[in-house]
């Protein structure tokens, strides 16, 4: 088994599975010990349609993170995506008893409870009810109302909930190599955790996490999560855009997209081609660089401005995210993403991978490809304070943590 | 004794008498189902020439057609034949239909008695100064091109004479059931998918609705100019049934996963449940409906109890295809510019019917010019492929189709190329998925995003 100062984050992504083992230090810092991966087969716009594959990419992903860290890994906080995750933010609101006035430990858990009693669609479950702000007799501001006297306790939370089969099937692709699952985070959130320091999300700022399958998004504002969610459209559909576009194998479209693509236009010589060569299977292509660039271009557009959209319907005020936007994930390595997001937004844009206090091999950190798998062991860091082991699986262990800590 | 009974108000002031033809044998094999299934408060008459297959029908009223002319036997999958009959037993139909509110008319096209009588009794009914639906199926095309001609033929002159046409295309109907089962399987799926939808316009016309939905709001929704349908139905139960159910709609194989509401500009949306459904199932529903259309879709949406369903919920969604979606979503119509001309030559070569079912006997007909006679002028553009429904029947409008509406099936010795004019138009490249091809589609505010983006901007790749 492993130790017990060992986390090991899981994410089982549509282009790659990475797990990543890391050590978690008192002092809150992380160290990376190890990062395994595997390319991933079996999993489109980030959920899994083939169990089996699946299982067995996860387990050369494990296999290789094992052998790199040289520690048995025995359970794993494991990333959940895809187009089914959705979000809300409702306020919970208590009344006091009459007998005490005194705000205690046991009014979180219910007040939690009240914001949790809203209809989600049947097959949905609750995936994450994160705190955003107290209000204690309609006073806001209040950072942690234990030990206040009071007759009224509203909480406002951001509740992330998402189709229960779905996060299931990853759960069980992993129970399958016999190893625990100990909680399951939406994937753009754990991102968020080490995209963005302390001093960011009290700015306010949108982390935009750019996978292969999806693209998820969190806005932080006041230092707690406003709105998130998820978008089922991914690195896959660039290249599938490309191949078909510009009749090219699905096998070949990869390589061209991040060796000659950019997502800016107007930037090649009029007529400028690309050259492939031919190899096995394919009898070679000369193809306009323009055009290459025109078919990303519509696509990352299009994605960031179903975002705009969303956030603009949820009421979520752009303007105020004094830390603009931060891009993550493996596709926002593309040339010229934060140029293009920049016009979308009307925001600065950073193209960032993990921050803070992070020690190991910095190909691992300085990579975006992996900011959701190191911020699973950020978020398990942060919620394991105190009273890791003694919940299941489905355990929410923020509900324990009446503190704004990590949120 | 005066009896005031709430639920039988309807936009014409009395209850609605519904009387549902099967004609045929694929119309006769629809009728049986609705008549397995049950249906309350409809009149159910079967309309066939051959004898021996009308003894079969369970339907309770069965008319026999074309004594003289077939003497009760088919027609051998000739129209010609199936509209002598029709007019031959002129009057027996006439009595048959009389009294109707809502005639339904369902027949398979491609035939002779549902290619060649369809249009002579929705004239008929339309006389009675009934509202005239059709329900319909195309051939499957494996049942041969001249079969698919004449049906043709026969859908653009049942469109002239009936208020409504919806158009079931065998074709897709047979995708839902798996490629090994028999064929018989296949054409019952096509006759449970008609009955359900024969039921759902029955339920919604007649009293039952909460939420009622009139016949003018059903002709929007399918007025097009194109009659071929989406359908979907779904039926649930459970604790998660209003979902299931519209999961069961969106997947019926009409509906292309959905992804044809997409386009559609009307959508009718019909719920019913026992009387344990919920207002909020209903919301439920229809917000995740919502989400399979535009924001500009015009959803009509009707809802009604019937206590038949008991615990079970369904869904029931309508709409036709607009006229864009047609090239690309329906491939068997896109035939070559260079199909041979029909030759008319009336009693010509008839084929012994290697019929899958008993009275869609083949082809080797020669394709009857049906030209509508209310035809603009000569030198006209396309003549629409159907009218203006008319939701309401005036008695004037009735005599004036028997005047000037009378479909004709006989060679009129001037082969105009009305098959020409029709011809469907093909988008240039089909709107593809690539290796999204089988996954479960991401749409959003009506757009797939599975289809490349570049694609849907309109922007031009070389």
Known sequence: MGREDFIVGLEIGTSKVCAIVAETRPDGTIKIAGVGEAPSRGVRKGEIIDLETSSICVREALADAEEKSDVMIGSVFLAVTGGHIESFNNRGSIQIPQDREEICEDDFEEVQAAAREVSIPQPNQFLHSILQHYYVDGKDGVLNPIGMLGQTLEADFHIVHGVGSRIKTGIRCVKELGIEVEDVVFGPLASAQVVLDHNQKNLGALVIDMGGGTTGFVVYSDGAIKHSGCIGVGGDHIDNDISLGLRIPMARVGRLKTEEGSVVLGQTLPGERIVLKDEHGFAGKEVEREMLNTIIHCRVRETFELIKKRLEASGAALDFLGAGVQLTGGCSMLRGVDALAQEVFGLPVHVTCVKGMMSGPTSAFENPRYSCAIGLVKYAQATSVGVRRQSGLFSRLVNKLPFFGLW | ?462
């Open chain 2, 1 to 462: 004794m005066i009896e005031i009974n709430r639920q039988s108000s309807n936009s014409m002031g009395i209850e609605l008498r519904i009387k549902i033809i099967g004609l045929g044998g694929a119309g006769q094999n629809a009728l049986d189902r609705l008549q397995l299934d049950g249906l309350d408060g409809a009149e159910l008459i079967a309309i066939n020439t051959d004898a021996q297959a009308l003894a079969g029908s369970v339907a309770p009223i069965k008319v026999q057609i074309g004594r003289h002319t077939t003497r009760g036997l088919g027609t051998g999958g000739d129209p010609e034949i199936g509209y002598a009959a029709a007019e031959d037993g002129a009057e027996e139909i006439r009595s048959a239909v009389e009294g109707g509110g809502l005639v339904v008319l369902c027949a398979g096209l491609g035939g002779g008695t549902g290619s060649g009588a369809a249009p002579l009794i929705a004239n008929f009914a339309r006389q009675q100064h009934a509202l005239v639906v059709a329900f319909v199926t195309m051939p499957f095309t494996f049942e041969g091109r001249r079969r698919l001609a004449q049906a043709e033929e026969a859908l653009a002159s049942l469109t002239q004479q009936a208020d409504l046409v919806v158009c079931f295309e065998n074709d897709k109907m047979g995708d839902s059931v798996s490629p090994r089962a028999g064929i018989h399987e296949a054409f019952a799926a096509a006759d449970q998918m008609i009955s359900q939808s024969i039921r759902a316009i029955a339920a919604m016309l007649q009293r039952r609705g909460l939420i009622r939905v009139g016949f003018d709001e059903l002709t929007a929704a399918l007025r097009s100019a194109n009659p071929r349908a989406i359908f979907g139905y779904g039926e649930a139960d459970g604790d998660n049934r209003a979902h299931a159910a519209l999961e069961k709609a969106l997947r019926s194989p009409l509906m292309d996963r959905g992804r044809l509401l997409a386009d559609a500009e009307n959508v009718l949306v019909h719920i019913a449940g026992g009387p344990s459904m919920t207002l909020g199932e209903v919301t439920l529903l229809m917000e995740e409906l919502n989400r399979h259309i535009h924001d500009t879709t015009r959803l009509l949406f009707s809802t009604s109890i019937d206590p038949q369903l008991d615990r079970k919920l369904s869904v029931t969604l309508l709409s036709s295809l607009a006229a864009g979606a047609s090239a690309a979503s329906a491939p068997p119509f896109l035939r070559p510019a260079t199909i041979p001309e029909p030759h008319y030559e009336p009693e010509a070569d008839v084929a012994p019917a290697p019929a899958p079912v008993s009275a869609r006997s083949t082809d080797a007909m020669p394709v009857p010019a049906v030209i509508p006679i209310i035809s603009p002028e000569p030198a006209a553009p396309v003549p629409p492929p159907r009218p203006e429904p008319r939701p309401e029947i005036a008695a004037s409008a009735a005599t004036e189709s028997v005047a000037a509406g009378k479909p004709s099936f006989k060679p009129n010795g001037k082969p105009k190329t009305a098959r020409e004019e029709r011809q469907e138009q093909m988008t240039f490249e089909p709107v593809t998925r690539g290796r999204f091809e089988k996954s479960e589609p991401t749409i959003i505010d009506g757009q797939d995003l599975d289809v490349p983006a570049f694609m849907r901007m309109n922007v031009k790749v070389k």
